[in-house]
């Protein structure tokens, strides 16, 4: 990331990457705090661009407005601001082609089909997300990227392209045994001065978010999604007052500062349902007015998302919440039972995407003391099918690297049949694929599930091994059968197939999980 000092410089930047536009020095002479500073810069483009990028203040670098240019050639620049030092500045920026092969611009709701996602160069995106609540926290102080980078390349080598990561995270529990357990993340820095215990609302740590920029830059060298929970409520973290001023200072700093990322996706809170329904809204009203670049925003679990007959549940449940929803990109909620039933509800709803954001928690290989709720790998895979087989997409947790013990090593076993998950998914043509059990006939069995593009392509999930019936309607010429193993990828010719109903029986007998691939 470059930095220029100087209006009077003209930079030089690749598309999608990013320049820092420092305005004035940190001690540049503002009346009050220069956190509320207000001040934002113009930005025209080669063909007919124009949006509003505001700007922050950072004690070490100064009045900063960071920008990453959308299209190549000539830009230009004017800042707006209350303070005279940097109103009506001016500039231009010069963007270069990009031959970073991992850069494809910001994700997208895909126009054509728009249960799924695609980004802004038309690449396709199979979005499967990695929950990692405290990666902006690992090793901040000294900064260090060592930990982080050793996980970001397990979980990109198995094909993982999101993390879901919280903005801030203090801490999860905490008792005398996990106080000295040398796994524990305990973020040494917070977003404001004074750290967690002691916080200034008025004024942000610089250190925090430098370390956090580093982790954002490389998420974005790797092209990995930086999915944002900008708030959690029980994480203990001492958040300001909400809808305070001294809020709003948070979202609006948070929402600068990262908004240049074409990686970034924003998202309300971790279980946004533990506020009112209108302060969620507020939320999402800031961040669209603030947010020059308008990337993806979702809601955590706008409303309860589980066990309906809790007491806890029903005291945080409201009908309004769900409108959430309705204000988003696309819908992330956790659901911890009848996982396709939900997906293919979900998907015949709406027209929109749809993340089961948590839905199962992989034991690992130590049995840390973080959620109360884990799964062996299979029963975690199982669900990462039914997720897909209902038309969403997942978002894999593992609680060695979920929570704040941090523990990647050794590989968890689940790495490896999501690998083979992943690697089926992108080579189908997944967005024509309809969660539709009609197919396999009145007759369909328990444990079977089918996404189809009637006479093109059908994906059958077979949990029992004892087999169906398909029926193929509207080929043009013959289809291509073949079987494959969810568990160990090998992959059998199953023959030819056209019009009419068939009947297959998977290869590796009772009880085995197969799935059926039929494709021109």
């Not at 996602?117 to 990227?145: A, I, K």
């Not at 971790?270 to 979702?298: C, F, H, M, N």
């Not at 059968?481 to 290869?507: K, Y």
Request: glycine share 8%; proline share 8%.
């Amino acid at each position: 990331m470059r930095s220029v000092s100087s209006p009077a410089e003209a930079p030089e930047v690749s598309r999608y990457h990013i320049v820092d536009l420092v305005l004035a020095p940190p001690d540049a002479p503002a009346a009050g705090n220069p956190f509320d500073v207000p001040f934002a810069a113009t930005f025209w483009g080669p063909e007919g661009q124009a949006f509003t990028i505001p700007g922050y203040y950072d004690a070490e670098a100064g009045y900063v407005v960071r920008f990453s240019p959308t299209v190549e050639g000539a830009w230009r620049y004017a800042v707006s601001s209350a303070a005279g030092f940097m109103d009506g500045l001016g500039g231009a920026v010069r963007c270069t082609p990009h031959d970073h092969p991992r850069l494809h611009g910001p994700l997208m709701v895909d126009p054509a089909y728009r249960h799924h996602f695609c980004f802004e160069d038309g690449t396709r995106c199979y979005l499967v997300g990695y929950e990692v609540n405290w990666l902006m926290m690992v090793d901040q102080s000294p900064s260090d990227l060592t930990r982080i980078d050793a996980l970001l390349d397990s979980i990109q080598g198995v094909g993982f392209n999101m993390v879901t990561v919280n903005a801030y995270a203090h801490h999860f529990m905490r008792t005398p045994e996990r106080e000295e357990d040398a796994r524990l993340v305990a973020p040494d820095l917070a977003p404001w001065v004074g750290g967690n215990e002691a916080p200034d609302f008025s004024r942000f740590d610089a250190a925090f978010f430098s370390h956090y920029d580093r982790v954002m830059l490389d998420l974005l060298d790797r092209g990995i999604l930086a999915h944002i929970m900008i708030q959690v409520y029980n994480k203990h973290v001492n958040w300001p007052e909400l809808g305070s001023l001294d809020d709003d200072r948070f979202w609006r700093y948070v929402v600068a500062r990262y908004q240049a990322f074409c990686n970034v996706i924003w998202d309300t809170a971790k279980e946004s349902y533990y506020q009112p329904a209108e302060y969620v809204w507020s939320r999402i009203g800031l961040i669209r007015d603030l947010d020059g670049y308008r990337r993806l925003l979702t809601v955590h679990d706008a409303s309860v998302p589980h066990w309906p007959h809790s007491e806890r549940n029903a005291r945080l449940y409201a009908p309004t919440k769900r409108l959430s929803d309705a204000m988003a990109d696309f819908k992330s909620d956790q659901i911890h039972e009848a996982w396709y039933e939900d997906a293919e509800r979900n998907y015949t709803a709406a027209q929109r995407p749809y993340v089961n954001i948590e839905y199962g928690y992989e034991q690992g290989a130590y049995d840390l003391p973080t959620g109360w709720a884990r799964q062996d790998w299979r029963e975690v895979l199982r669900r990462t099918w039914l997720v897909t087989m209902g038309g969403a997409y997942p978002n894999y947790y593992f609680c060695n690297t979920a929570w704040d013990l941090f523990l990647p090593t050794p590989e968890p076993p689940g790495y490896a049949p999501h690998r083979l998950y992943i690697q089926f998914w992108q080579d189908t043509r997944y967005w024509l694929l309809a969660p539709n059990p009609a197919p396999l006939g009145p007759e369909r069995a328990s444990g079977t599930y089918c996404r189809a593009a009637e006479g093109q392509e059908y994906v059958v999930l077979d949990l029992t091994g004892a087999g169906f019936w398909l029926t193929i309607a509207g080929a043009t010429g013959p289809l291509a059968a073949t079987w494959f193993n969810p568990l160990s990828g090998e992959r059998i010719d199953a023959g030819s197939v056209d019009d009419g109903r068939h009947r297959f029986v998977p290869p590796w007998g009772l009880e085995n999980w197969a799935v059926l691939h039929v494709r021109a």
